[in-house]
C-alpha cells in the first residue's frame, strides 16, 4: 500500500505544516478512495507528495516549482487529470515520465516570482 503524504501551507503564518501538526480529522483508508477530513479551512492549502524525486534526490510535492529540461520557463507541478504533472503553455506532461531529470528550485507559495513569464 502506498503511503500518502501530506504537507500544508498555512497563509496566515506563512509556514508549512506536516501531517502531525494540521489541525484536522485523521486520515480514512477504509474505502475506496482515502480522504481527510479537514473541516472549512481558508488558510490552509494541502499539497501531495508525489511519490518522486527530482535529478538530486529532493522529494516533489504538488506546488512546487521545477525547472523542465529543454523549455524556456519554469513550471508548477499540479495534479490534473488523474496524474502529477507540469504545465507549459498550456499543455500538461506527466511528471513520471520525466522527473528523474527535473530539478526543484522552490514552490509557489515561499518562491511565487519563480513562476514569472521570462521575456
Known sequence: MREIRVRAWDKDTKKWLWY?????????CTGDQ?????GT???IELCLFTGLLDSNGKKI????????????QNS????????????E?????????????VEVIGNIY????????KP
Open 110 to 117: 515561499e518562491n511565487p516570482e519563480l513562476l514569472e513569464k
Open 34 to 38: 482515502p480522504f481527510m477530513s479537514i
Open 41 to 43: 479551512w481558508n488558510n
Open 89 to 101: 503553455d498550456g499543455s500538461f506532461f506527466p511528471l513520471s515520465q520525466f522527473y528523474s531529470t
Open 76 to 87: 508548477e507541478v499540479l495534479f490534473r487529470q488523474g496524474m502529477f504533472c507540469a504545465e
Open 20 to 28: 502531525d501538526d494540521i489541525p484536522c480529522g485523521p486520515l480514512d
Open 61 to 72: 510535492w504538488e506546488g512546487d516549482v521545477i525547472v523542465l529540461p529543454g523549455y524556456n
